[in-house]
């Protein structure tokens, strides 16, 4: 079962935050953000593996609460470049390793 | 730089037709994926394999085949193209290890079936 993203759009002027959230019906045991530019493929931004764990990259954070099988993405002072569709992917337990399944995605759009 | 490299970028194809797509990748990884992306659905997995000659069912399987006789090479089969199976098809490739398993994605084939 897919996860569920929320929102499933936001637009978002140069300089604001987003956050971007992912919750699943199933226990979890890693959570990947992706985002994909329009006509590119999907490109990795970060993996969290362990509960209540944070990650950071450049301004981009993401955190992972295990016990509420949720993650959510943290965009501050959003450029220009970060417009693109973010997806979550989830590994849940009893799944095979390496096997992903993938939010519907959320489209991000920053505006100048 | 890992390379996920896919045979077409555009396709068009009759109904009825066999389809074949085919994915290569270069940094060794021992699995691979075939997703399929449709407006407002997200990526949905077809089929991976984790291991030559192994394959698994995804969300999607039906109406597809995959094959993987060497390691670096991951081919989707349609038997019978359909019109339904229109879409963007998008091939990734892992490592399979327990500390996480990043995904490499290839530009995707568009598929058009007519």
């Known amino acids: 079962q897919q996860p569920v993203q929320s929102p499933q759009a936001v637009i978002l002027r140069e300089g604001e935050d987003a956050v971007i959230n992912c919750s699943s019906s199933?226990?979890?045991?890693?959570v990947h953000w992706y985002r994909q530019k329009h006509g590119e493929a999907p490109v990795f931004l970060m993996i969290l593996l362990k509960g209540g764990e944070q990650k950071g990259h450049d301004k981009i954070s993401a955190s992972f609460n295990e016990k509420k099988q949720q993650s959510s993405l943290y965009l501050t002072a959003s450029q220009l470049s970060y417009s693109g569709t973010y997806f979550c992917g989830t590994g849940s337990y009893g799944g095979s390793q390496g096997n992903l399944i993938f939010g519907k995605g959320t489209k991000l759009s920053v505006k100048p | 730089d890992v390379k996920v490299t896919q045979s077409s970028r555009y396709l068009v194809k009759r109904t009825g037709e066999k389809v074949f797509l085919e994915c290569v990748q270069d940094m060794d990884h021992e699995n691979m994926f075939w997703y399929r992306q449709d407006p407002g659905l997200g990526l949905r997995l077809i089929y991976f394999s984790y291991d030559v000659k192994m394959k698994e069912k995804g969300d999607i399987p039906e109406g597809y085949s995959v094959s993987r006789e060497k390691k670096e090479r991951f081919s989707l089969i349609l038997e019978s193209a359909s019109t339904n199976q229109t879409s963007m098809y998008l091939c990734a490739s892992s490592f399979d290890r327990a500390g996480g398993n990043e995904q490499f994605f290839g530009p995707g084939t568009r598929l058009t079936v007519l």
């Open positions: 199933k226990a979890l045991y890693s």
